[in-house]
């Protein structure tokens, strides 16, 4: 199949054509996810709780981050594979940020990288973008400044919203190749899908948003804690897993496993 690149955005957008986007952090799964036709794949920062039992994004760092974006990387025929940059990893200013995304794109081979923040970002994404390196924008909801936004709330909801219509006409004109809508009011992620010329991916933004991304483990059942209500859970794989592994155990402790089929004879027939 032929590799998913930053001008098949624009096309997909101007075709009306939604872009499907998840989360992966290892080779695996994104073997599973490119070969369902999957677009993009995002090696977020997601991964400090997903993979690493963190209870927010911030403790991940860009050395525990680029293994996994390579595993990603090395799975995909076609996806375009898509790296966060950690919270700490950029915020200094551009030349941290051309850094960091240097790296990521050096050390773990990805096509693209990914920051938070829309006015405040403006050069970073921008400096980025000048050294080839597409960027993918993050505004709405940012998970990285939970703090500074006092917890995990709607963001643009009465006036606030022209903040986030400045957020988003920020990154496009610092040439951001896409922007993640995160918890923003579905009517305004709407307006800002039309307004944009890039393409909106949409998480908790409702159904007008260009594409949609969710985090793989909560789409598909393997998280523990509870998930937000704009994750639809389309398969319940800790169910799978549990039934599998007591399984495993219970014939094990039975010697029902191996059976001689599959264990080796003495001689060879
Ligand atoms: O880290 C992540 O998984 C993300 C997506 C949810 C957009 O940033
Ligand atoms: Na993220």
Redesign the pocket.
Known sequence: PKRVRIRHFQAAKAAGERITAL?SYDAMTAAVFDEAGIDVL?V????ATTVLGETS?LPVTVDELIPMARSVARGVSRALVVA?LPFGSYERGPEQALDTAVRFMKEAGVQAV?LEGGVRSHATIKRIVEAGIPVMA?IGYT?QSEHGLGGHVVQGRGDSAERVRADARAVQDAGAFSV?L?MVPAVLAAEITRELAIPT?G?GAGAECDGQ???WTDAMGLGTGRVPRFVRKYADLRTTLLDAASAYRDEVKSGAFPSAAESFEDQTS
């Open positions: 989360t995002l977020g920062d997601s991964a994004t966060d990914k993050h998970p993640v995160e991916i998480i991304i969710l985090v």
